[in-house]
């Protein structure tokens, strides 16, 4: 038996005027994803522990089966792990999104875009680059990542600042967040830094001359030290892969003892490389009993506000994705059993997470069970989360219940 979850990260939204009062995934055409729910269970998971972030970190590492309450310490960590950076036990990781910010008369700074226009790893790395050789001292480092996502390292203790996400706050006034980190000496000065050597480096001089967002500053959050946890095939007897274009799931994975695929061409947006990701998904399965395939873009179009950009990206998400891994495994003659869900909701109309339960499928190729004779949406899911059962109060219960392990 084969076992899979496939990941639409923040494909959950709420009703649109402009699609009829449907939700995307309710709009779009996605076939196998309704074929699947048809002959499959339908139901809700709470990914979000009550009184965590709806976070993606705090989210998907409920769906591989660890309770957040227990493991997690921070988003940045997970990251630092994907980039194979090993945190001594006083250091702290941050991450360091590169953004773009508008400051105004009288101190006031506006959040413009919190990926800098999801500004190139090329890019972004020659910038990270130039802020680590003018910037870092004994107690700062900076480690470039993918695009816009990077990580600065501290050594020792820090002021407590309550950073927030960069994505919670486009087009809106930072001032307040932005204050904190200036109010100590030290941070003051790295900031500052930062500031002059991004605003003067050829990548921005560039970026302004084409009419794209420069990278003008720095925004840390997501603190914590690496976790300690049981890996996967610990917990629960298997050994598998993580697919996704993005470092925090790579360093859940990593921390979670899984094999982690690099897709060359996997951006975390729209324009990844699909192909690529189910054809890996399909070559882990012939020779491990898991894989895990995380896709990036109803989220990343869902915090933009760009209603055609999450229709497509949901749409591909079932074409590319979904169809040819569950066409793949059916060709091959498998048996396998599979969860299609999303970690949250990432709404249009606020642009930011929520702490929903999101609906979820499980699928026995098998078909040895009463399917739920449903389409999959926001809307089905609601109504089968009412009956009983129909909520699974968090992510361990659903990979118990995926790989019908007793609870």
Not at 25 to 35: E, I
Not at 77 to 83: C, K
Not at 222 to 250: N, T
Not at 352 to 363: K, M, N
């Amino acid at each position: 038996m084969k076992y899979l979850i496939l990941v639409g990260d923040g494909m959950g939204d709420l009703p649109i005027a402009d699609l009829g009062n449907r939700t995307p995934l309710d709009a779009v055409p996605t076939p196998m994803l309704d074929s699947l729910c048809q002959k499959g269970r339908l139901f809700l998971i709470r990914t979000v522990p009550e009184g965590y972030p709806p976070g993606s970190d705090v989210a998907n590492l409920s769906l591989l089966g660890y309770r957040p309450e227990e493991y997690y310490t921070g988003r940045a960590p997970l990251e630092a792990a994907a980039m194979g950076m090993n945190l001594a036990a006083d250091e702290t990781a941050f991450r360091c999104n590169l953004v773009t910010l508008h400051h105004e008369l009288g101190n006031k700074v506006q959040m413009i875009d919190y990926s800098a226009g999801h500004i190139s790893s090329e890019e972004s790395t020659q910038l990270i680059e130039a802020l680590e050789s003018g910037c870092a001292t004994e107690r700062f480092h900076f480690k470039a990542g993918i695009s816009y996502r990077h990580i600065l390292v501290v050594k020792g203790d820090y002021p407590a600042m309550n950073p927030v996400p960069p994505h919670d706050y486009i087009g809106k006034d930072v001032t307040a967040p932005w204050q904190r980190y200036t109010e100590d000496p030290e941070w003051q000065e790295l900031i500052q830094k930062a500031n002059i050597t991004l605003a003067n480096h050829p990548v921005n001089q560039k970026r302004a001359a084409k009419g794209q967002n420069e990278a003008n500053g720095i925004w840390l959050w997501g603190e914590g030290k690496l976790p300690s946890m049981p890996g996967f095939h610990e917990r629960y007897g298997l050994r598998g892969c993580l697919i996704s274009a993005v470092d925090l799931l790579k360093g859940l994975g990593v921390v979670a003892g899984l094999d982690i695929l690099n897709i060359p061409g996997a951006t975390g947006y729209i324009d990844t490389n699909y192909q690529g990701k189910a054809e890996a998904a399909l070559e882990c399965l012939k020779t491990r009993d898991f894989v895990f395939v995380h896709v990036e873009g109803p989220d990343e179009a869902g915090h933009q506000g760009i209603l055609k950009d999450k229709s497509q990206a949901i749409e591909d998400f079932d074409a590319k994705i979904v169809t040819p891994i569950v066409q793949g495994l059916r060709a091959r003659g498998e048996e396998f059993r599979l969860i299609a869900t999303m970690d949250h909701y990432t709404p249009l109309s606020i642009r930011t997470h929520t702490d929903t339960p999101v609906p979820s499928i499980l699928y026995d190729s098998r078909e040895i069970e009463a399917g739920s004779g449903q389409n999959f949406s926001e809307v089905t899911g609601n109504e089968a989360g009412k009956k009983k059962g129909g909520t699974l109060p968090d992510g361990e219960t659903m990979m118990n219940q995926l790989l019908q392990q007793k609870q």
